[in-house]
Each structure stands twice: as structure tokens, then as C-alpha cells.
């Protein structure tokens, strides 16, 4: 393991750079701000008169249509969706300078051979482990969120330090930066919501929500074991680990974790995800959803409404309602 903290970063290796941040959604507001208060020259490409031009404008940030800023910069951040990251790049690469850095917060389109970065570009990942709102939260806090780094392609011998350093400037050496690849980094990421994360995590609380509505007791009793209460377990587990979820749960908790658990996840269940790694790492997965949002997304609306249609979420409308706290704004 090798992992990077503040007194690893070479200062002077984006001294004097102007970095474009390309989008302006979660990760990319997120990083421009960070950058901009570390003190770098920042500007974000965005559509012209589009909502991300109107927010960073607000923000306080230099923008520019997407060419543009691309023409001026010496790193280049894609930070658009991964599916819009091909095109953007088609239409910037004339623009860029010779010797630029083309940074990737996810290695999905390098990885899978989308896009094919000129020879004279360094090309580098820094993605953060935690979504663009905690990225900005961390930073203001004097904290930073972990960062893995990444180099794909080292044209001009300072790929690394340059990825390091654009780190250190969104927060991201304050939590520590583990050197990776972009084919582990985008497999792993992948995996993780998947299995576990999104698709897996979420599949458990409905099917659980299912099972004890079904056998008669009330919908909001089991919103609340089921859903709500998940966040408590999460926090534990992310400040300890499953040591300090053990410690803070009761012994009868305990207990049944460890001897009903398994049953729930069990071999099956591995099985099953060593299936879903299978389709990720053979390019299966990128290549079906790649051609899904090429034929208009039909069957990922129908899925994704299904979800959100889901009678677990018209209970937990009601009773989030109630919950005014989980509406406070946050910068």
C-alpha cells in the first residue's frame, strides 16, 4: 500500500496553472471551489447560459464554454458524466495545449477504451471516496475526504506529481491519497455499488421492508427498522469498522447478527457477486449500459421508475416529512 499525505506534494508542480473543471454538477462544483480557495487559477467549462454557467457565475467562479477553457488551461478536469465525458473530449481535444493534464474523477472511459488521449497529454485519475457535497463539507471543515490517484499515461514526467498535487488542492491529501490503477479503481468502484452499496444495500432494505409488511405489520414500523435505522449502523461501521458496531449494539443485536446474517448473505450471495465482478472486468456491464443510453435508456427509465415508485418510498415520504432536520440546506 502506498498512500500520500500533505508533505508528499511536490508545491510546485501546478504553480501557475490554470485548471479547467469541466461540469459543474457534484464533483465539479466541488473541486472548483476547493481549488479556487487553495489559491489556484480556476475556471469552469460549462454551457453557455445553462444552469451550471448561472451557479458557478454565482459561486464567484471564472467560466467559459467548454473549447474555451480547454484552450487556456494546463489541466483539464472531466468531471461531466461519464457518458458525456466521449464527445466533450472530441470536441476539446483540437484545444489542448501540448503537454496538458487530462484528470478523470472515475477511469470508466480510459479504462474501457471510450476515449483515446492524445500521446502528448499526461493523463491521471483522482477520484474521491465520497460524493462531491461531502468532498466540499470536508474541505470547509479543515478535513478532506480520501482520494485514490492514478496515472494512465505520463508524457511529461510530472503526471504523478501534478495528480498529487491537484489533490492536495480539493482537500484530498488531508485524508490520505492511495496510489492505485484505473483499471482497479473503476472495477472496485463499480463492484461497490453494485453489490453493495446502491444496488445490493438497497435491494436488502426492500426486500426486508417487504417481508414484514407482508406478514401484517404496519408500513411505517417497518420503514423505520428497515430504512431509517440503517444510517445509524452505517455511521458506526464508517467511524469503527464492524469492531465498533459490535460494541454499540446490544448483545442480542449481536447475537443475531452473527448467527442469522449469514443466512441472509450467504454463499449464493457471494456467488452471485463474483458473477457480477466477472461482467464488470470483461467489459460486459460498460458495454450494456453504454448501448442502453445509445437506444434512448428505455429499460433503465422503467427500472429506475419501479424503484422510485417503490410503496416503501410513498411511506417514507410521509414520514421523512416529519423530519424537518433532514432538509437543512448545506453549501
Known amino acids: 500500500m502506498k498512500l500520500y499525505s500533505q508533505k508528499d506534494v511536490e508545491q510546485k508542480a501546478l504553480r501557475g496553472a490554470r485548471i479547467a473543471v469541466m461540469g459543474y454538477g457534484s464533483q465539479g462544483r466541488a473541486h472548483a471551489l476547493n481549488l479556487k480557495d487553495s489559491g489556484f487559477d480556476v475556471v ?11 451557479k458557478a457565475k454565482k459561486d464567484g467562479l471564472a467560466v467559459a464554454e467548454p473549447v474555451r477553457a480547454a484552450r487556456d488551461a494546463d489541466l483539464v478536469a472531466m468531471l461531466v458524466p461519464d457518458l458525456a465525458q466521449k464527445s466533450l473530449y472530441e470536441s476539446i481535444e483540437p484545444a489542448l495545449k501540448n503537454g496538458a493534464t487530462l484528470l478523470f474523477a472515475h477511469g470508466f472511459n480510459i479504462h474501457f477504451k471510450q ?34 490517484i492514478a496515472v494512465a499515461q505520463n508524457a511529461t514526467g510530472k503526471a504523478h506529481a501534478r495528480a498529487l498535487a491537484y489533490a492536495h488542492g480539493i482537500g484530498g491529501t488531508r485524508g490520505g491519497v492511495l496510489e492505485t490503477t484505473f483499471a482497479e479503481e473503476t472495477e472496485t468502484d463499480l463492484f461497490g455499488e453494485q453489490a453493495v452499496l446502491c444496488g445490493g444495500a438497497t435491494e436488502l432494505v426492500v426486500r426486508g421492508w417487504e417481508t414484514l409488511v407482508e406478514a401484517g405489520y404496519q408500513p411505517e414500523v417497518a420503514y423505520y427498522e428497515c430504512l431509517h435505522e440503517l444510517k445509524l449502523i452505517v455511521d458506526l461501521l464508517h467511524e469503527g469498522g464492524i469492531t465498533k458496531m459490535h460494541q454499540f449494539i446490544s448483545e442480542t443485536a449481536k447475537y443475531g447478527d452473527l448467527t442469522r ?6 454463499a449464493r450471495v457471494k456467488k452471485e457477486m463474483g458473477k457480477v465482478l466477472k461482467e464488470i472486468q470483461s467489459g460486459t456491464f460498460a458495454r450494456q449500459w453504454i448501448r442502453e443510453n445509445a437506444t434512448g435508456r428505455k429499460r433503465y427509465q422503467k427500472l429506475l421508475k419501479r424503484d422510485i415508485e417503490h410503496p416503501i418510498e410513498k ?17
Open 44 to 54: 469552469v467549462g460549462v454551457r453557455k447560459g445553462g444552469p451550471g454557467w448561472k
Open 115 to 148: 476515449i483515446k488521449p492524445r500521446k502528448d497529454l499526461d493523463v491521471v485519475l483522482i477520484a474521491p471516496k465520497g460524493p462531491g457535497d461531502l468532498v466540499r463539507r470536508q474541505y470547509q471543515q479543515g478535513r478532506g475526504v480520501p482520494c485514490l
Open 261 to 266: 446474517g449469514p443466512r441472509i448473505v450467504d
Open 315 to 331: 411511506v417514507g415520504e410521509r414520514l421523512r416529512a416529519r423530519m424537518s432536520w433532514l432538509n437543512d440546506k448545506r453549501a
